[in-house]
Nanobody
Framework: QVHLVQSGGGLVQPGGSLTLSCTVS?????????????MAWYRQAPGKQRERVAI???????EYDDSVKGRFTISRGVGENTAQLQMSQLKTDDTAVYYCKIQQLLPHGVLVPYWGEGTQVTVVS
Protein backbone atom coordinates (compact mmCIF):
# COMPACT_ATOMS: atom_id res chain seq x y z
CA GLN A 1 0.00 0.00 0.00
CA VAL A 2 0.98 3.61 -0.51
CA HIS A 3 0.21 6.29 2.05
CA LEU A 4 0.95 9.99 1.80
CA VAL A 5 0.90 11.91 5.07
CA GLN A 6 0.92 15.69 4.92
CA SER A 7 1.82 18.14 7.64
CA GLY A 8 2.24 21.88 7.94
CA GLY A 9 -0.10 24.52 6.68
CA GLY A 10 -2.27 26.83 8.71
CA LEU A 11 -3.00 30.52 8.98
CA VAL A 12 -0.48 33.21 8.08
CA GLN A 13 -0.44 36.90 7.27
CA PRO A 14 0.54 38.20 3.83
CA GLY A 15 4.29 38.23 3.45
CA GLY A 16 4.69 35.36 5.87
CA SER A 17 6.11 31.88 5.38
CA LEU A 18 4.96 28.31 5.81
CA THR A 19 6.42 24.90 5.09
CA LEU A 20 4.44 21.88 3.98
CA SER A 21 5.76 18.34 4.31
CA CYS A 22 4.73 15.09 2.68
CA THR A 23 5.93 11.69 3.79
CA VAL A 24 5.39 8.67 1.59
CA SER A 25 5.04 5.26 3.11
CA UNK A 26 5.36 2.23 0.86
CA UNK A 27 4.56 -1.24 2.13
CA UNK A 28 4.02 -4.57 0.54
CA UNK A 29 6.23 -6.18 -2.05
CA UNK A 30 4.22 -4.93 -5.00
CA UNK A 31 4.69 -1.34 -3.93
CA UNK A 32 8.27 -1.27 -2.70
CA UNK A 33 9.76 -2.76 -5.84
CA UNK A 34 9.30 0.42 -7.82
CA UNK A 35 10.61 3.91 -7.26
CA UNK A 36 8.97 7.28 -7.09
CA UNK A 37 9.27 9.11 -10.39
CA UNK A 38 8.23 12.51 -9.13
CA MET A 39 6.71 14.33 -6.19
CA ALA A 40 4.55 17.39 -6.61
CA TRP A 41 2.40 19.89 -4.79
CA TYR A 42 -0.97 20.95 -6.11
CA ARG A 43 -3.47 23.41 -4.72
CA GLN A 44 -7.16 24.04 -5.09
CA ALA A 45 -8.82 27.28 -4.12
CA PRO A 46 -12.60 27.50 -3.62
CA GLY A 47 -14.39 27.52 -6.95
CA LYS A 48 -11.22 26.87 -8.90
CA GLN A 49 -9.63 23.86 -10.53
CA ARG A 50 -6.76 22.06 -8.90
CA GLU A 51 -3.46 23.34 -10.24
CA ARG A 52 0.10 22.16 -9.98
CA VAL A 53 2.32 24.44 -7.95
CA ALA A 54 5.66 22.67 -8.08
CA ILE A 55 7.14 19.32 -9.03
CA UNK A 56 10.48 17.65 -8.38
CA UNK A 57 11.74 14.69 -10.37
CA UNK A 58 13.92 11.76 -9.38
CA UNK A 59 16.93 13.45 -11.01
CA UNK A 60 16.49 16.45 -8.73
CA UNK A 61 15.19 18.83 -11.36
CA UNK A 62 12.12 20.90 -10.52
CA GLU A 63 9.48 23.04 -12.13
CA TYR A 64 7.25 25.76 -10.75
CA ASP A 65 4.07 27.50 -11.73
CA ASP A 66 4.77 31.09 -12.75
CA SER A 67 2.63 32.36 -9.87
CA VAL A 68 5.02 30.96 -7.26
CA LYS A 69 8.42 31.22 -8.93
CA GLY A 70 10.93 32.87 -6.65
CA ARG A 71 8.67 32.44 -3.62
CA PHE A 72 8.20 28.68 -3.25
CA THR A 73 10.86 25.98 -3.12
CA ILE A 74 10.24 22.25 -3.47
CA SER A 75 12.73 19.74 -2.13
CA ARG A 76 13.03 16.03 -1.40
CA GLY A 77 14.39 14.51 1.75
CA VAL A 78 17.54 12.43 2.03
CA GLY A 79 15.53 9.21 1.93
CA GLU A 80 13.67 10.63 -1.08
CA ASN A 81 10.39 9.50 0.37
CA THR A 82 9.67 12.95 1.74
CA ALA A 83 8.98 16.22 0.02
CA GLN A 84 8.73 19.72 1.35
CA LEU A 85 7.28 22.91 -0.02
CA GLN A 86 8.78 26.01 1.51
CA MET A 87 6.50 28.95 0.89
CA SER A 88 7.56 32.53 1.48
CA GLN A 89 6.22 35.97 0.61
CA LEU A 90 2.75 34.46 0.83
CA LYS A 91 -0.14 36.29 -0.76
CA THR A 92 -3.87 36.08 -0.19
CA ASP A 93 -4.11 34.41 -3.62
CA ASP A 94 -2.08 31.50 -2.23
CA THR A 95 -5.00 30.55 0.00
CA ALA A 96 -6.05 27.03 -0.95
CA VAL A 97 -6.01 23.39 0.04
CA TYR A 98 -2.60 22.02 -0.85
CA TYR A 99 -2.18 18.41 -1.95
CA CYS A 100 0.90 16.27 -2.21
CA LYS A 101 1.02 13.91 -5.18
CA ILE A 102 3.53 11.28 -6.18
CA GLN A 103 3.83 9.14 -9.26
CA GLN A 104 5.28 5.70 -8.93
CA LEU A 105 7.14 4.38 -11.95
CA LEU A 106 6.16 0.87 -12.96
CA PRO A 107 7.60 -1.26 -15.78
CA HIS A 108 7.09 -0.11 -19.35
CA GLY A 109 6.96 3.50 -18.23
CA VAL A 110 3.61 3.29 -16.54
CA LEU A 111 3.09 6.06 -13.97
CA VAL A 112 0.68 5.51 -11.09
CA PRO A 113 -0.47 8.59 -9.14
CA TYR A 114 -1.19 8.76 -5.41
CA TRP A 115 -2.56 11.77 -3.54
CA GLY A 116 -2.29 13.10 -0.03
CA GLU A 117 -5.36 14.13 1.95
CA GLY A 118 -4.78 17.86 1.56
CA THR A 119 -3.92 20.59 4.03
CA GLN A 120 -5.37 24.06 4.30
CA VAL A 121 -3.22 27.16 3.82
CA THR A 122 -4.94 30.45 4.59
CA VAL A 123 -3.28 33.80 3.99
CA VAL A 124 -5.24 36.62 5.57
CA SER A 125 -4.52 40.02 7.06
Amino acid sequence: QVHLVQSGGGLVQPGGSLTLSCTVSLSGREFTRFGINDMAWYRQAPGKQRERVAIIFSDGSSEYDDSVKGRFTISRGVGENTAQLQMSQLKTDDTAVYYCKIQQLLPHGVLVPYWGEGTQVTVVS
